[in-house]
């Protein structure tokens, strides 16, 4: 039988333990929208949570109540509005052509989406122009007008709406020095046509840095959105997730060596299935115990490294190395500036120019005033490893 641990980003795992409440939450605001209440959705946690897999069971969860969705994972090149506003945009398009019912609308909606040109097409209810940075039009403006015109087509179909699931938004920011505001104009332009009665739902996805980017574009952010952090799972939760993983496929953990593995990778969901996945692979048995685990423990360890933190290590310079590893000999997380500039020695300035780098990187994030912390769990073992 195929092993049943499957490690990746965002893979659906055989059990999601631990999530229910996450999933209860994004019911009861489908709910909500449904019932003039709108209330959006922000996840966010470090690296290997389990936020994409998160986002995509709240894909069938919205699309068996009726709703339409669209996916996508951002990235830096998005803080740009030209590239935010025609990624928005097509995904607009793209829902208010799935569901047109006359073929020449559809095929007039993929020429739309497909054939960029600096005019304005309105036809068969679908409502499109592009957006250039520089025109008279401010971005808010034009994502109003974008949401707002198409949402009839959306009504008439039958969905209830549109949920957004955006994932890595975290990389999205608004950046004052090149006058260029992607986030609170999307925000602005949902509020707005929220409050107008057109179900758009934002079910945003990213590291803990999500939340104050989200909070600087519009004050009103928290009245916005419900805010769930992604941690890791319980003992109880993680010991449920190694046992259901296993039944019915063939092999057994005794129980020593579950213990093992959950406390080794903390309860982070990516490590579990990355250490159930690696111990059936290289343990020729079908009932493994605690002393095979110790066998082939170093080779995991290794293979780790190599698979998960030395590329993302490396994204460092030499400078930047420096800051994490005087981060190490911390903590995992809330360490503070002073701490890292004793340590380090690296004057306060140049300091934060670096802690600013590895922000963007995805290396760090800021976990609170004067204190960070790494985004990615059992980073700090990995440094104090080398």
């Known amino acids: 039988m195929p092993n049943p641990f499957m490690p990746g980003n965002g893979i659906q795992p055989r059990y999601l333990a631990g999530r229910e409440e996450y999933i209860k939450s994004f019911v009861r605001s489908l709910q909500s929208f449904e019932e003039g209440l709108p209330r959006n959705t922000v996840l966010s946690g470090l690296r290997g949570t389990g936020k994409t897999v ?59 989406i497909d054939i960029i040109k600096p005019e304005e097409l309105s036809a068969y209810g679908i409502t499109y ?77 990213g590291l803990p840095i999500i939340k104050s980017n989200l909070k600087e574009a519009k004050t009103y952010t928290e009245r916005m959105f419900e805010f769930r952090e992604i941690g890791n799972l319980t003992p109880e939760e993680a010991n449920m997730a190694m046992i259901k993983t296993l039944q019915g496929s063939g092999t057994e953990f005794d129980n020593e060596l579950i213990d093992k593995i959950v406390t080794e990778t903390r309860g982070y969901p990516y490590f579990i299935q990355f250490y159930g996945y690696f111990t059936i692979e290289h343990v020729d048995k079908r009932k493994i115990n605690l002393r095979d685990f110790t066998g082939i423990r170093k080779r995991l360890i290794k293979e780790l490294d190599v698979s998960f933190f030395e590329d993302r290590f490396n994204l460092a310079s030499a400078r930047e190395k420096e800051i994490l590893m005087a981060m190490a000999k911390v903590a995992d997380s809330d360490i503070e500036t002073k701490e890292i500039k004793r340590i380090s020695g690296i004057k306060h300035g140049i300091l934060m120019e670096l802690l600013k780098r590895l922000i963007d990187k995805g290396l760090v994030y800021r976990s609170g005033r004067g204190r960070y912390g790494f985004t990615l769990p059992l980073f700090r073992d990995f440094l104090l490893r080398l």
């Open 54 to 112: 998160l986002l995509r069971h709240f894909k069938v969860i919205a699309e068996s109540k009726r709703w339409l969705t669209v996916e996508r994972e951002f990235n830096e090149r998005f803080s740009d509005e030209n590239a935010f506003a025609e990624a928005v945009v097509t995904d607009i398009i793209s829902k208010v052509t799935e569901v047109s019912w006359a073929k020449r609308v559809k095929e007039s909606g993929k020429k739309i």
């Open 129 to 205: 122009k592009p957006f250039y940075k520089g025109q008279r039009q401010l971005l808010e403006d034009y994502l109003k007008e974008m949401l707002v015109k198409n949402w009839n087509p959306l009504k008439k179909s039958g969905h209830k709406g549109i949920v957004f699931l955006y994932d890595e938004f975290h990389t999205v920011r608004d950046r004052k020095d090149q006058k260029s505001f992607p986030l609170a104009s999307l925000l602005g332009a949902v509020s707005y046509a929220q409050r107008n009665g057109c179900n758009f739902y934002l079910s945003l996805g």
